[in-house]
């Protein structure tokens, strides 16, 4: 199939199953997608063993690998989606939590990384730099699925604020992480490292590369912004900044992801506040909304459908439990350390772990990264689990975070 027929065939599935979670499931959009796409998947799977002479499950295998999930998702999809949650994050909100981002953002990845990789590889044997390639790549919280189940959730300003900057951020931190290790522990692949020296180049070249890519673009956008008074071309020029900027950061080998999150904090902030008319504030501001909404149901849509690149049996789905218990403590340290070391600073309301450990969920970024790996004797169990982590999180966790919030995200905020 050509791009385009792939692209027209999600669209229409994402209008179908979302219909179909409008009218019978109600839950929220994305995550009712994704239940649907992966309850048709698992209906195709049973079909194909009740009747494998039509061998359908091949064929939709055959499609769904055409499709090169990770591509569409790191070199394609995640720059809008970074850029339009970026949008809605105030750089005065942010300032006032920029403490807990940061060291979330880093720390936290770290801590987590570390944990997840030494476990992972004591329980099924796997080489610990493999593991803890494994333990980088789950360690993120997804922004889109995090910034989705937020506008549900309803939480006070400052709480959001922490979730959704530190989503933003540990999610590019993560994956320089992710290339760092892959770099050590798979030399012969793209991404090399050659030792610590080599790493650490790596992780300030991508880290702070992107950054820097991202603020003076952004600056440059909004500089011309300024002198135009035309929603229609203004809008047009946030889209070239998200895509063609994203696509600079990974021709200069810098983070792309950092990049599309500090120009679209830019954007967001000072481009909106100097730089639009409100005409065109509304206009961008729709137009990212819906470009958001769009991508969210086709990306859990596809995640429902990854099912089918995945290899499942009784050893790799017990590595795969264990995996879900292990990344739940290890996001409960990620968060846990850095607020105990910020307590003697500052104040948090009695729910601020609870909420930011059962609501850092994982989403496409990790699956995208795990089917990025080179084929090798580890990857179908790292493959596995990371699916069966980011599919418990995103349902089990995405659907009772609001409740969660609800009740004890309330209390009065100290921060």
């Known amino acids: 199939m050509t791009f385009l027929q792939i692209a027209a065939l999600l669209i229409v599935l994402a209008g179908l199953f979302g219909s179909v979670n409008y009218f019978f499931l109600k839950l929220p959009a994305a995550i009712g997608i994704l239940i649907v796409a992966l309850a048709a998947s698992l209906g195709i799977m049973g079909l194909d063993w009740v009747m ?9 295998r055959s499609l769904v690998r055409g499709i090169e999930f990770s591509e569409a998702l790191l070199e394609g999809m995640l720059g809008l989606l970074l850029f339009a949650g970026a949008l809605h994050v105030k750089l005065s909100d942010l300032q006032r939590q920029w403490g807990v981002v940061a060291l979330m953002a880093t720390m936290g990845v770290a801590l987590s990384t570390v944990i997840v990789g030494f476990g992972f590889s004591w329980l099924t044997g796997m080489p610990l730099l493999v593991a803890l390639v494994f333990g980088a790549l789950i360690s993120p919280t997804d922004p889109v699925a995090v910034l989705g189940v937020l506008r549900e959730a309803n939480l006070q300003k400052s709480l959001e604020t922490k979730i959704a900057g530190e989503s933003l951020f540990n999610d590019g931190v993560g994956y320089v992480v992710f290339l760092v290790l892959v770099g050590i522990a798979f030399p012969h692949g793209d991404n090399h490292a050659s030792g610590l020296s080599g790493a650490v180049q790596l992780f300030f070249q991508e880290a702070l590369g992107g950054a820097l890519l991202g603020i003076v673009l952004g ?3 909004f500089r011309l912004m300024r002198r135009i008074d035309d929603y229609a071309l203004e809008v047009l020029l946030t ?3 998200a ?6 950061a990974v021709y200069l080998h810098v983070s792309a992801p950092i990049m599309a999150v500090c120009a679209g904090l ?14 065109t504030r509304q206009y961008v501001e729709g137009f990212w909304t819906l470009v958001d909404e769009i991508l ?26 264990f995996a879900i218990a292990l990344a739940l403590f290890a996001r409960f340290a990620a968060v846990a350390v ?3 070391l910020l307590r003697p600073l500052r104040s948090f309301n ?14 496409g970024i990790s699956v995208a990264l795990a089917l990025s790996l080179p084929e090798g004797e580890w990857k179908p169990l790292i493959l596995t689990a990371t699916y069966m982590v980011v599919l418990f999180s995103i349902i089990i966790q995405g659907l009772t975070v609001a409740p969660l919030a609800r009740r004890i995200g309330r209390e009065p905020d100290l921060v």
């Open 266 to 279: 830019l954007i967001g902030d000072i481009g909106a506040k100097h730089g639009m008319s409100e005409t």
């Open 239 to 241: 889209l070239g900044l």
């Open 350 to 363: 009695s729910g601020t772990i609870r909420i930011m450990t059962w609501g850092g969920l994982k989403g």
């Open 296 to 321: 969210n149901a086709v990306l859990f849509l596809l995640i429902g459908f990854e099912v089918f690149a995945v290899a499942f049996s009784a050893d790799l789905a017990t590595a795969g439990f």
């Open 243 to 248: 895509f063609g900027g994203y696509e600079l």
């Open 52 to 60: 494998p002479t039509l061998g359908v499950a091949d064929q939709v």
């Open 338 to 340: 850095p607020v105990s």
């Open 219 to 221: 600056w440059l956008t």
